[in-house]
């Protein structure tokens, strides 16, 4: 009550210095004539491309204006929505990945959806329990150990093959890894070794990675940049933490001169919801089924270097020769994540900075 | 009783403005989140403050943040004093080039920034032989990095307007130029220097990329802990309480700062003061200035170098498909186009930050007679310094959460990013400002006004004189902060046209061959731009001595 007095208070002051704006370009008009809404507002993060033919076909098949509200990562997005659970600052968001669907499902910000049609090859990322009647999988992709295979060549040494075997004094001081606690991949890779190593195996594994002089940045982009020896930066360590799709960045005469070690991989999975009050609920249940039909899907790769849930969507041609999908990669229930994740995080900072 | 009234009035209706402006858009949505932290159930649950404060883990972080900080604004006024001296004082060419450099950390993306300190020193980097990398040593050179350029520009605006006579005066007497430094321009400088070290502190206490990418996972500071528990614990009650430790670690460095300079600015006449020709002893200081160039030229251009690498070979690659839209998916804007809007929000910025700020400026150095006054005017000037020790983490997740209601549901309006960008620049705009109007002679004022005019004709003839250059100053800054602001404003929703930080921030963290090439060759454009502008601003100075 007094938020509201107080703040209709101050808007007189504000209008006043707001005046001399520039950069005012107000809403675009969101209701027609009729009263009815013609803008869904899409909540997402940062990585989100839909090329502008695509998002033409939307409005040509729908009537819809999307409008992209992006900003920050995964986790900053899908706290956001939490956050603002009951008033959300759009209809539909795309963005929450398997490592915080539970939490965002938990916290009741999402409405109930069940998309029209989903690809036949979508059941498999469907979540488990509730959560599956609330988002609905969109993308996918695999965070994998990826190996400079051109500098074990020249250097006459054998690539490793495993897990086990970043811990062993062969491979000491040649691996780098964002870390789970500032970056997405980073957390992924940390679910990773607790799918293979359980709950009480884990911790020693990353002490044993510690040991072995495990080099933990901050970000994936300068583990790649700076000290991976493929990633451009004359690095010096020949193992990083990446995605499957990474050694198609790495092409010299038509051949990968990395490649991703495929049981090293944890999945991750995008899903999109309906944010619960959204105010145009028709419109976000339209761009779901819009983002799981094939137009959007077969965009996908080129734009967001995902894999869409769709296996019948024809991939890059750089992908054929470079990309190998895990068949069976490391996972980790959400729900389990989702309780346990402040705990192992705690942990694993404790593993690695003592 | 009339003119008394008048006297308190003038001030109190001025201060409304922006207070109400830093209520809705700082107070508002920072108290909220503290709200969501720490008001549970309905009651305020007060034990949470000591559990959190206690932590081993907090301890640490707080400790780190305390020494850290205090220790690079000390290394930061140490060097920044002696080149403020030789880029404003001295009759040099090429000065306005090399303050146009110190400029252009201060506007490049923290992340980006982190990078450049890492290639230069991993392992392999040209540095590596320090073994600094992942150490603090590397956090510390790369927050005296990014904070040169406050103390060079405020002190040297200032040493700019200092009237030379008083200083002529006592060399003439026979006093050796030591001591002409000690009794006569340092005491003269104090305000300024204290003030640049103030909000130096405060903004590497508050800096959170750079600590982030060159602190590994063993240092953190309280921001960056904030970010960590806000964003991936979502411990929204360990998060407010370090953010109400932040704020009082403010308001406890102005009490300190306002101690050091007790208020007694030395009245500056309105002179000019000429350059001064090189002479033997100014050896040293022109040695530092040279090792500080290198030092902060070094990173710059191993971001120009990286910018330039296409491939195995070099070129202008990177920069070539900035240009063009859809070079890669995520480029969906022009560089150019990217850079007319980083430059339009910061327009915007710059004008509100400027006139909330002269509003503030103009109060808070009103001088009361009582004692209450006094001390009310002091809160007010905490209260604006707020936005420079408050994490952006909490503002902008506050956002959300306090400014969803009609008429205030501007969560996904795009005016909200010059406004968050105007919140950090405010207190500087404050902190050049208000020294230069406290230096205001009041008698020259009264004598003005005794004469019959008006409050506005006072302001006019008497305190635009000696305002101009930090006028200037302080616009030149702001409009530096809100061009590289990324904070507050990387919680907000992109707007439909990106800004160059959002494009930078966009490329840089998406695997893909060009990407990183891409978003260094940005960040490059992006300084090079504020520099130049820095620059321009400056000249202007040259010339508007007589409007």
Known sequence: MFRRTFTTACCGTLALAIAGCSTTGDDKPAATSSGKVTTVKLVTHESF???KDVQAEFTKTTGYQLQVLASGDAGKLANSVVLAKGNPTGDVVFGIDNTFASRVVGSGALAANEPKALPKSASKY???????????????????????DAWFAAKKKA????LDDLTKPEYKDLFVTPGAATSSPGMAFLLATVAKYGDDGWQDYWKKLKANGVKVTSGWSDAWGVDYTAGGGKGTRPIVLSYNTSPADTIKDGKPTTSAMTDSCFRQVEYAGVLKGAKNEPGAKAFIDFMLGKKFQASMPKNMYVFPVDDQVKLPDAWQTAVKVPDKPLQVDPTKITKNRDDWLRRWQDAVSG | MRTRLGRSLVPALAALIPLAFLAVFFLLPVSAMVARGLHLDGQWSLDAVRDVLTRPRTRRVVWFTVWISSLATLITVLLGVPIAYVTYRLKLPLTGLVRGLLVMPFVLPT????????????????????????????????????????????????WQSLDPRQAEAAASLGASPWTVLRTVTLPALRPAVVSAAM??????????????????????????????????????????????????????????TERITDRGETRLRSGTSVQQRVRRSDLPHLLLTGAALIFVLAPLVTLVARSLQVGDGWGLGHYRKLTQVGSVPLLQVSVFDALLTSLRVAVDATLLAMLLGLLVSFVITRRPTSAGGRRLLSALDATFMLPLGISAVTVGFGFL????EPPLDLRSSPLLVPIAQALVALPLVVRVMAPALRSVDPREREATAALGASPMRVFWDVDR???????????????AVSLGEFGATSFLARPENPTLPVVIYQLIGRPGADHFGMALAASVILAGVTATIMVAVERLRGRTGSW
Not at chain 2, 465 to 479: C, H, M, N
């Open chain 1, 126 to 148: 469907a979540l488990p329990g509730e959560a599956a009647h609330s988002l609905a999988p969109i993308d996918f992709g695999d965070v994998c150990v990826n190996v400079d």
């Open chain 2, 199 to 256: 909000v130096v502190f405060l903004f590497c206490a508050g800096s959170f990329g750079v600590v982030l990418t060159l602190g590994g996972v063993r240092y953190s500071t309280v921001e960056t802990e904030i970010y960590l528990l806000t964003t991936n614990f979502l411990d929204l009650r360990a998060a407010a309480v370090l953010s109400l430790l932040q704020a009082l670690v403010v308001i406890a460095l102005l009490l300190l």
């Open chain 1, 49 to 51: 491309v839909i090329p």
């Open chain 2, 401 to 404: 959460i306090a400014l969803d």
């Open chain 2, 465 to 479: 004189r000696v305002l101009t250059k930090p006028l200037l100053a302080a616009t030149g800054f702001a409009f």
């Open chain 1, 159 to 162: 690539k490793p093959q495993s």
């Open chain 2, 111 to 158: 992340v980006v920034v982190g990078i450049a300190f890492r290639s230069l020193l991993s392992t392999s980097g040209p540095l590596g032989f320090l073994g600094w990398d992942g150490s603090w040593q590397a956090i510390l050179a790369a927050l005296v990095f990014f904070n040169i350029a406050v103390v060079v520009r405020t002190v040297g605006g200032r």
